[in-house]
């Protein structure tokens, strides 16, 4: 069984784009792709957090090879989620697995 056959949710990945110019920029969330994928919430043992105990890191995606950042935008179902770590298990290119921080309702519209 491959890990593939698991995915059960559209990704949409976006990146922050400048589509302006260097004198006047202007940001823009921008769709790079579509991908098939699963996403998972963090049990409250695996939440990451930061110094000052701020969640940064609620849910967890995964997905195959993909050129994702940190910082991307992944939307799912309505959902939009700030990509906090890109992790490439043993480093053999089978799967990423994206940690991410759920944004709040009206805060995380990719296009804004």
């Not at 110094?51 to 940190?70: K, L, N, Q």
Request: glycine share 8%; charged share 25%.
């Amino acid at each position: 069984m491959s890990i593939e056959s698991c995915f059960n949710a559209d990704l949409s990945i976006h990146r922050r784009q400048n589509t302006g110019t260097d004198f006047h920029p202007v940001w823009e969330w921008v769709e790079l792709d579509d991908v098939r994928g699963l996403i998972d919430m963090l049990s409250e043992r695996w939440l990451v957090r930061n110094e000052g105990g701020s969640v940064v890191a609620d849910h967890i995606a995964y997905i195959m090879p993909f050129p994702v950042r940190v910082k991307d935008r992944v939307v799912s179902g309505g959902n939009t989620y700030d990509v906090y770590s890109v992790h490439d298990p043993n480093g053999k290119g089978h799967h990423y697995e994206l940690k991410m921080l759920l944004m709040p309702e009206g805060s995380g519209d990719a296009e804004s």
